[in-house]
């Protein structure tokens, strides 16, 4: 049994059969990295560019993940716009869970508007991608707290 040198400390080989071996990542590596999401900056506004070393979504397009930290009562809107891709932007729970998901706004564009109260305080991820197989590109994405009349 050979592991390359830089994957054998880091990879636990399993003996499944005589003929099967596998090879177990610890939780969080991906492609030979962690997984580290992106804090969103203060004004929950950032403008970056989506490409085929992000996360693979199974789909044959790629997604990045920001933090944002949002308050139970808060009403939010997310919005995800790009020239360069159809984008598709997700809201997830502490556990990873999917809170909401949006393809394309209501302006009829492939940009991408997700409304939704928070019920639980506490750090939510939020997810870029591109539909389908898409490839990527820059888009800009704002985290929005909507506050009552």
Excluded: C, H, W
């Excluded at 596998?22 to 990295?33: C, E, F, I, K, N």
């Excluded at 979504?57 to 949002?70: I, K, P």
């Amino acid at each position: 049994m050979t592991l390359l040198p830089s994957l054998g400390r880091l990879l636990a080989p399993v003996l499944l059969s005589s003929s099967l071996l596998v090879s177990l990542a610890p939780p969080g590596l991906t492609q030979g990295r962690l997984y580290n999401p992106i804090p969103l900056p203060d004004n929950k506004e950032v403008t970056d560019t989506l490409t085929d070393e992000d996360i693979p979504t199974g789909q044959g397009g790629f997604a990045r993940d920001y933090t944002v930290e949002l308050q139970a009562g808060d009403q939010v809107v997310i919005d995800l716009t790009s020239d360069s891709f159809d984008t598709v932007v997700m809201l997830m729970g502490e556990a990873g869970m999917s809170l909401g998901e949006n393809d394309d706004g209501s302006d009829g564009s492939t940009n991408s508007m997700l409304f939704t109260r928070i019920d639980t305080s506490g750090t939510y991820t939020v997810r870029v991608r591109s539909f389908g197989e898409g490839s990527g590109g820059q888009f800009t994405l704002k985290v929005t707290r909507l506050r009552p009349v």
